[in-house]
């Protein structure tokens, strides 16, 4: 038995010139497997904390207790003066004292303060 075949295109239309990329961007239709989805962001790795702790903080010569944030050695330093402010790129900033860990000489804390006076390691009191 014989059936009707259709006719592929109606004679009116006229012959697709666009492609494929055109297509995606002008289309009006949105993807049904794309639709209301939302991407759950990436999560941003874990901040590594520090320890800190001031001490004699109404003091003119203040105490700081940290820990490196390297290599968690424990650190009491003092510090004294206000902190020294600088134009930096156009703008005021503060100028950052490095405190350079006994242990792995690396930057082990930046403080906002005029000087430090003295920088000793110690057992860090939050390894207990
Ligand atoms: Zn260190």
Not at 72 to 83: A, K, N, R, V
Not at 93 to 113: D, F, G, M, Y
Not at 115 to 121: D, P
Request: proline share 12%.
């Amino acid at each position: 038995m014989k059936s009707t075949e259709r006719m592929p295109n109606p004679p009116q239309q006229e012959p697709q010139q666009i492609t494929k990329r055109q297509k995606k961007l002008d289309s009006p239709q949105t993807n049904p497997h794309t639709f209301g989805f939302q991407p759950e962001e990436p999560e941003l790795p874990p901040e590594r904390c520090q320890h800190i702790k001031f001490l004699d903080c109404d003091k003119s010569v203040g105490r700081i207790l940290f820990e490196c944030y390297h290599c968690q050695q424990g650190i009491l330093s003092e510090f004294t003066g206000e902190p020294v402010i600088r134009e930096y790129k156009g703008r005021p900033s503060v100028i950052q004292v490095k405190i350079k860990c006994p242990t792995c000489e690396q930057t082990a804390i930046r403080l906002n303060t005029g000087e430090v006076l003295s920088t000793t390691a110690i057992p860090s009191p939050w390894q207990q």
